[in-house]
């Protein structure tokens, strides 16, 4: 062993043998310090020490730091992500760069000709620099740089060869590529590229809430869609039909997988990107944020041997996310967990997970029927979507399974009548249903800007806010900051109300009540509304009232 390994070794950061199979394996080279990062040998921040006391260079932690913007503009973005560096401090003619690798002299060189200045390198952890990148380096830029150079040198006539290669110089790759690596460090959950009569549309969802990021000419239309199409394993030939297709990236050292479709309009195919990240759902169920009571009830029915427990609201309000997560609370090498799922979001280790396949046969129904001869203690069922799903769930739930599924209504009681709708028995509905989760997202106020006040208390009153009038709380509205890119939101929280089953509503669900009545006995057996539970969220600061009243009724 020599190099960093060596002193990685000498300063007790890893034992010998700890590495010694691995500088055989892959010799003193950048593979070697990503498989000692990626197998969790060292932190990066061991790492980075250890290549300053290797090279002579001074170490920063660079996690938490305030840098002046005007300092880290010194460079284009595109050159601090492309060398993996960053301006972090200037005094007179010396630039202070932040960097993973000190011994790039080509980074060094390019940096020194674009600043006319002399640099001194310091040593940064990887993942901190990356956290930077976030914060302070955006690729906007680069991509309007590129659409603009793709507009007047009408370089979408490309030809699939170049688009079919990952590390191609060709503008559109580097454009879709950007794309892609924007959304991520922007927390999208969703890309929609969109053809227009005049131009092309970038648009990502982020908490949420659709933001307009790019607009690029049309030119460059037709090469982006066949980009995304050929990364996605999908027919790029076919532009009269929606098609699906799956596409993986690797990101800061993570796989992240994308799910792709394609929808034909009157100006051209539409693609839409669910950014599917792995690394979210490792999760327990106090990652979920719900009140006291609300977590007791959902513990309650998770935990039992068997029973139907749903997970209710619109599409994008975190159901498989809450499924997810209750699976993982409650899966352990002495129970058998089978999930069938359309399409299989999150690739879990220690479960046997379904992908529905219509075309060949395998549907929710046929599904279903071999999972239960396949001996299993818990069932996830993507979504009760037809009469036959809902009873054989339903009936699995009576003979002793566990059943984890979602349901589209809009709030925790409506479940009971939509499973009746459905056709599922009244009778059967009572005795197999445990407990039913109703939940949607708000927008999380960013603790780095946002501001406290006292809200109007005429206004709270009239919003059926619970306060104390002789001494109303006080609030947070949102601001805005480079953590949260001006937006004064970062990240979501859940709001939830959860309905546990009782005799009373077991009775009123027999004898065919409404859904007003299962809703004012569930209220009263101390069920917790969506509405009073985004209340409680506001008062911990958690959120604003606008947002609770966006998102619930």
């Known amino acids: 062993m020599r190099g960093i390994a060596q002193t990685l070794v000498l300063t007790g950061a890893v034992l010998a043998g700890e590495v010694a199979t691995l500088v055989d394996e892959y010799g003193e080279t950048d593979e070697l310090m990503q498989q000692l990062l990626a197998r969790g040998v060292v932190s990066p921040n061991q790492l980075a020490e250890a290549v300053a006391l290797h090279t002579g260079h001074r170490y920063m932690d660079l996690s938490g730091r305030q840098l002046d913007a005007a300092v880290v503009a010194l460079l284009p973005g595109g050159m601090c992500r492309k060398h993996r560096v960053l301006p972090v401090e200037r005094t007179g003619d010396r630039l202070v760069l932040a960097m993973a690798d000190p011994s790039d002299i080509i980074a060094l060189d390019d940096v020194a000709t674009i600043t006319d200045l002399h640099i001194s390198p310091v040593v940064v952890a990887l993942d901190a620099l990356e956290s930077a990148f976030q914060r302070y380096v955006r690729s906007d830029d680069e991509i309007s740089d590129l659409s603009a150079a793709l507009e007047e040198s009408a370089a979408a006539e490309v030809s699939v060869e170049e688009l079919d290669q990952s590390d191609s110089d060709a503008p559109i790759v580097r454009f879709v590529n950007l794309l892609i690596t924007q959304a991520i460090d922007d927390r999208a959950s969703d890309i929609h590229v969109e053809p227009g009569e005049t131009h092309l549309a970038v648009r990502y969802r982020i908490d949420g809430v659709l933001h307009e990021m790019q607009r690029a000419d049309r030119a460059i239309q037709d090469g982006v869609v066949s980009r995304l199409k050929i990364m996605a394993s999908i027919d790029i ?317």
């Not at 054989?392 to 566990?402: F, K, V």
């Not at 499973?419 to 989760?437: D, K, R």
């Not at 009153?461 to 949260?484: A, I, Q, V, Y």
Request: charged share 25%.
């Open 237 to 553: 030939a076919e532009r009269r039909k929606p098609q699906d297709g799956r596409l993986s990236v690797t990101h800061v050292g993570r796989k992240i997988d994308l799910r792709v479709a394609t929808l034909p309009t009157v100006w051209g195919e539409k693609i839409v990107m669910r950014i599917l990240d792995n690394t979210g759902v490792s999760l327990s169920l106090r990652d979920l944020q719900m009140g006291r009571g609300n977590l007791g009830r959902f513990r309650s029915a998770i935990t039992r041997p068997h029973g139907l427990v749903l997970v209710t609201g619109p599409t994008g309000s975190g159901k498989s996310t809450t499924l997810y997560t209750a699976l993982r609370e409650v899966a352990n090498p002495a129970v058998n967990v089978i999930t069938v799922e359309d399409p299989v979001e999150y690739r879990i280790p220690g479960i046997n997970q379904v992908q529905v396949n219509a075309k060949a046969g395998l549907t929710f129904q046929s599904a279903l029927r071999s999972i239960l001869r396949s001996d299993p203690d818990i069932v996830l069922v993507g979504e009760i979507r037809d009469t036959e799903t809902a009873i054989i769930s339903i009936e699995a739930a009576l003979t002793g399974h566990l059943v984890l599924s979602t349901l589209h209504t809009n709030d925790a009681p409506g479940a009971v009548a939509r499973l009746t709708e459905i056709g599922a028995e009244p009778f059967l509905v009572a005795t197999a249903l445990s407990a039913v989760v109703a939940q949607r997202l708000a927008r999380r106020l960013c603790t780095a800007c946002r501001q406290p006040y006292r809200e109007d208390p005429a206004v709270l009153e009239r919003l059926g806010f619970p306060f104390d009038p002789s001494d109303p709380p006080e609030l947070f509205r949102k601001g805005g900051c480079p953590e949260c890119s001006g937006t004064g939101y970062r990240g979501r929280v859940g709001l939830h109300e959860v309905m546990a089953m009782s005799d009373e509503i077991e009775q009123l669900v027999v004898s065919h009540a409404t859904g007003s009545d299962v809703r004012a006995a569930a209220l009263r057996d101390g069920m917790t509304s969506l509405r009073e539970d985004g209340w409680s969220k506001v008062v911990l600061g958690a959120t604003t009232i606008e947002e609770v009243l966006r998102v619930t009724v």
